[in-house]
């Protein structure tokens, strides 16, 4: 079993927010031994704003340096999804962040399952896995 979630720019949103019930359930997997990290594409997302400067600063603590950049080999791969999923014109952000999580071997934390459901026949995990 993996012990690291790939977090998505939604789910880096939902650590600005301690009442969110995504942000007490990463926190429990935090204290179990678990680590955070993201890619490039979903960290620009996120950063591009609004943001406060307190929630970039906890973003950065919590990721420490583990945002995945979009290596060749990612890019490839991402290309790969693209293709095998339909070709979807306004999928290549989701491809790339797809593809850097498979990269990770993490679990996906996304509160946008519905656009990643096409990846998981991919070997794509999401977070929680559904019951």
Known sequence: MTRRLHLDTNALIA?????HP????????LQEG???GTDAVAWHEFTRGPLLKEDHQRALRILEDRVTPI?????????????????R??????CLIAAACLHNHAAFVTLNRGDFLV??????????PTK
Not at 15 to 19: A, G, H, N
Not at 119 to 128: A, E, I, N
């Open 15 to 19: 650590l600005s927010d301690p009442s």
């Open 22 to 29: 995504l942000f007490r359930q990463i926190e429990q997997h």
């Open 34 to 36: 678990w680590t955070l």
């Open 71 to 87: 290596t060749r080999e990612i890019a490839e791969r991402a290309a790969e999804l693209f293709n095998i999923t339909g070709r």
């Open 89 to 94: 014109r306004a999928s290549t952000a989701d």
């Open 119 to 128: 990846f998981s026949p991919h070997g794509l995990k999401l977070f929680p």
